[in-house]
């Protein structure tokens, strides 16, 4: 900002130490109007995620991390509209271990919500399966099949492999 100032203030101790001071309050400003604007997208929300939690009906639990949070208020968002099964896998994809099949079977009047790409249980399950339980139709069963370690895949790895994983990715130990 000196450089805005005639040049007979480069010198002036008490024209930098204004200039520091407002300095330092405009960083200030620009922080708290980026975190304000972050609150208004729910990927980067932090303080503002109970008015979101609020707004949309969802009780807040502040014990559950908070990317949990943040797709409970994704998928909540996300399950509004006429329901398909293209709403129930976006739905569903908004939470951790979020790629999923949707697997119809209409003779059964069921489905089933089979995750894909990770390994094991989704951290927030109950979340989950609350959500889908809220939009899917009545009428329809719900079921869901995870992914976890073949005995195949188990063969190729070596001692320390295995031991970077979670006991869970190798067998179903939970009931889903």
């Not at 719900?142 to 031991?163: C, D, L, N, P, S």
Request: no cysteine; aromatic share 10%.
């Amino acid at each position: 900002m000196l450089t805005y100032l005639p040049r007979y203030y480069a010198t002036s101790r008490v024209m930098k130490s204004i200039l520091d001071a407002q300095g330092t309050e405009l960083d200030r400003l620009k922080l708290a109007l980026d975190e304000t604007l972050d609150q208004f997208y729910v990927d980067t929300v932090t303080w503002g995620l109970e008015t979101w939690e609020k707004e949309l009906g969802i009780p807040t639990d502040s014990s559950k991390p908070i990317e949990q949070r943040r797709s409970l208020v994704k998928s909540k968002i996300r399950g509004t509209g006429t329901v398909t099964f293209s709403l129930i896998r976006n739905v569903a994809g908004s939470f951790a271990n979020g790629t999923v099949e949707i697997v119809q079977e209409p003779a059964a009047y069921s489905f089933t919500i089979k995750f894909v790409d990770a390994l094991g249980l989704p951290p927030n399950l109950d979340d989950l399966k609350a959500a889908i339980e809220e939009i899917k139709p009545a009428h329809l069963a719900v079921e869901y099949a995870f992914r976890y370690f073949t005995v195949g895949e188990v063969q190729g790895m070596t001692i320390h492999q295995i031991q970077t994983h979670r006991l869970t990715d190798f067998a179903p130990f939970l009931d889903a």
